[in-house]
T-cell receptor, first 113, second 112 residues
Framework: GQQLNQSPQSMFIQEGEDVSMNCTSSSIFNTWLWYKQDPGEGPVLLIALYKAGELTSNGRLTAQFGITRKDSFLNISASIPSDVGIYFC?????????????FGKGTKLSVIP | DVKVTQSSRYLVKRTGEKVFLECVQDMDHENMFWYRQDPGLGLRLIYFSYDVKMKEKGDIPEGYSVSREKKERFSLILESASTNQTSMYLCATTRQGAREQYFGPGTRLTVT
């Protein structure tokens, strides 16, 4: 299946800094999902986006569904040590009846206390 | 909250063994998925099921089979394990009509 381009691959930031990461695709998606995975654990859903231009927050996390439908962004404000992990984007092409997701390869976040 | 459990967190098997990985969900979701996750390759879909006894191949079904005899349970079977099947295996579920997938904690399988 098609891969999403997720960037950056990794980032090191100081505690308290804001973080931005993004995913881009050559094709249109109807849904964007953002997950976080801690070492040795399964991904946990953070934010789901369903329409172009949508901006959704979950605590210090904010994600946006790009207007072109080909990209999405995740921002983390005032990072803390427990934000460490790998963040994945996932996109879905079809409507509600289409179940398959396409995943980015992840952004590994390290937070320096 | 959605609860997805996987039978083992860590598993070590020998080449040629038959391996069963089991996933159980308690939210009455219709759709269940098996992925493997490898460094540099991301998550890849092996099989999915949208109903009891129904299955569809994903992107990398070779060397695997699945079984779904009950709605809450989806099993991944490695008929004859090989070293290139050493990986993290993740189960996910979603209800009919929904788009979000919910993952289990994963099984780290090592084949020696």
């Amino acid at each position: 299946g098609q891969q999403l381009n997720q960037s950056p691959q990794s980032m090191f930031i100081q505690e308290g800094e804001d973080v931005s990461m993004n995913c881009t695709s050559s094709s249109i998606f109807n849904t964007w999902l953002w997950y976080k995975q801690d070492p040795g654990e399964g991904p946990v859903l953070l934010i789901a986006l369903y329409k172009a231009g949508e901006l959704t927050s979950n605590g210090r996390l904010t994600a946006q569904f790009g207007i072109t439908r080909k990209d999405s962004f995740l921002n983390i404000s005032a990072s803390i040590p427990s934000d460490v992990g790998i963040y994945f984007c996932a996109g879905q092409f079809g409507g509600a009846g289409s179940y398959q997701l396409t995943f980015g390869k992840g952004t590994k976040l390290s937070v320096i206390p | 909250d959605v609860k997805v459990t996987q039978s083992s967190r860590y598993l070590v098997k020998r080449t040629g063994e038959k391996v069963f990985l089991e996933c159980v969900q308690d939210m009455d979701h219709e759709n269940m998925f098996w992925y493997r996750q490898d460094p540099g390759l991301g998550l890849r879909l092996i099989y999915f099921s949208y109903d009891v006894k129904m299955k569809e191949k994903g992107d990398i079904p070779e060397g695997y089979s699945v079984s779904r005899e009950k709605k809450e349970r989806f099993s991944l079977i490695l008929e004859s394990a090989s070293t290139n099947q050493t990986s993290m295996y993740l189960c996910a579920t979603t209800r009919q009509g929904a788009r979000e997938q919910y993952f289990g904690p994963g099984t780290r399988l090592t084949v020696t």
